[in-house]
């Protein structure tokens, strides 16, 4: 397996872990805290509601309860008083029977429906009101969890509930919760909940010590918290079961997909070596993929714009050998020539010398267009626009006066700046002025101004024009028009300017006026650089 697809289904796969470990945390998080904040808004509330009853009801603990004369048997549970959270139930079971009374009530009022023998004495170890048991439940309120209220006296027995009341599991959770305090009291020394486990219930479990006359009592508000761990247990186990499900689906997808990037990967890079080894003919194609076909594009032009420089290149070798071979040729013919004396020493002397310096030029503007394509470090400068000029124009001056040509310039009345390197400026407009002054009839104009971010230089001959076919390749390197030098002056301006930040154009004067005008656009510059 390739490094490629390692990454590929590593990073998938490790995304989608991690993206299934964040929500399985931030799960796990948020509903723990919902569990434990709805827990303590419950026990919280319901633990006053509690302690607000043990003030409102002097209880006491009795062991032996006299049923007085002429109380009435009930054959049905009492009604119920609804406090806060909880509900007050007053009620005594004894051989069978209950027997009830409805409280708030200062003179309770029976009804008589059987008959017990007088002063019967029952043994109770209940939480009794004025004879009478107090059974506290609560009130199932609206919330995700509901409190239960447990209290147990000084002698540690449980007041309420009443355990023989209670269904056997029940009864089995509230003993456990009691020994638990019992056996931990220094747990719930503060109003803190406690998280209680058992064997088969979680709780969440609040303590609080409560003087009831001369003694205390205990407290215990307890929740069941079993139902939402089962709830939180059970999507767990569909997060674990989706995370395996979806790290078989990406590496399934991952596999796939690399499998399918490395084909495409695979091509290009045959076609690379195929362009590497000069085979510009052959060409990638189309990609399904919208990136490796757009790198297919980008491929075939570089293939396109090597096969060009590769032309231009046999073009350029093909060229240069012409013009060399030229001046090689008669300078070796009248070398020949002297020593076969068919030509003075003088007369070939100025021929060879004469050759040997066009060779001179030849190769200096070959040097110079290989130090641009190589390159060469451009060291920028601020200009003074026409003491440029004017030092290009004094330069070509005696050139042009030879041929009995003028080159004059025009000066705007204010001083422009422009931002370049001098010599290949200064190399630039010259090779310009003097293809102008070699097509003028007899005047060369220059002037130059700026326009709005940017110096434009006019260069322009009052000759017949530029040829309309030649017109498109005059700055295209060893393309010579009629009468032409070597076909690189242009070229090398073209190069320069461009290499400024400018650009140069060409283009023929409007009739009735003859002549080609020059114009060199370069980014104005500020006084200090």
Known sequence: MSSFTKKLILSCTGVIFASFLIVYFLFNFLVGNYIRAEAERELSGGMMDVVSLTYDFPFTLWTDVTIPHNVGIFNELSPVMETGRFAIELRQDFDGLTIGAVLPSPHPRWSIMDSLPMHTHVQSHVFAAEGFVTTIRPVRQSSFVAADVIIIGYDNEIITPVLDFLPSIQRANVEFLVSYYLANPAQFTTDQMQRVSGANNTYYLSVVRQPVQDNAISILMYTDISSAIDFTTTMNRILGLLLAVSGILSLVISITMSARFKKAIVRLCNYAETIG???????????????????????????????????????????????????????????????????????????????????????????????????????????????????????????????????????????????????????????????????????????????????????????????????????????????????????????????????????????????????????VGTEAY
Do not use: W
């Not at 020949?336 to 310096?357: H, P």
């Not at 290009?392 to 700046?417: D, L, N, T």
């Not at 220059?446 to 326009?451: D, G, K």
């Not at 005059?474 to 320069?496: M, P, Q, T, V, W």
């Open 277 to 523: 080894r000069g085979n510009f003919n052959e060409k990638a194609g189309a990609f399904n993929d919208t990136e490796f076909n757009q790198l297919s594009k980008s491929m075939d032009n570089m293939s396109n714009m090597l096969q060009t420089y590769e032309n231009n290149q046999k073009q350029f070798f093909q060229n240069a050998s012409h013009e060399l071979r030229t001046p090689l040729m008669s300078i070796q013919g009248y070398a020949e020539g002297i020593l076969g004396d068919i030509f003075t020493k003088e007369e070939a002397a100025n021929v060879i010398l004469s050759e040997g310096q066009k060779m001179t030029d030849l190769v200096n503007e070959l040097l110079y267009i290989s130090r641009m394509d190589s390159g060469t470090e451009i060291l920028m400068s601020v200009l003074d626009a026409g003491v440029l000029l004017h030092e290009c124009c004094e330069r070509v001056k005696p050139i042009a006066q030879k041929f009995g040509k003028y080159v004059e310039i025009e000066s705007p009345p204010q001083e422009i700046f422009v931002a370049a390197d001098e010599e290949k400026l200064e190399r630039a407009i010259i090779n310009v002025l003097s293809n102008a002054i070699r097509y003028a009839e007899s005047n060369v104009k220059v002037n130059y101004h700026e326009i709005g971010d940017n110096l434009e230089i006019v260069i322009e001959d009052d000759g017949a024009g530029i040829n309309p076919k030649d017109l498109p390749h005059i700055f295209e390197r060893f393309y010579k028009g009629e009468n032409g030098n070597y076909g690189l002056g242009l070229a090398i301006s073209k190069d320069i300017v461009k290499s400024l930040g400018g650009r140069i154009t060409a283009e023929n004067k409007n009739a009735p006026e003859t002549g080609a005008v020059f114009i060199i656009s370069l980014p």
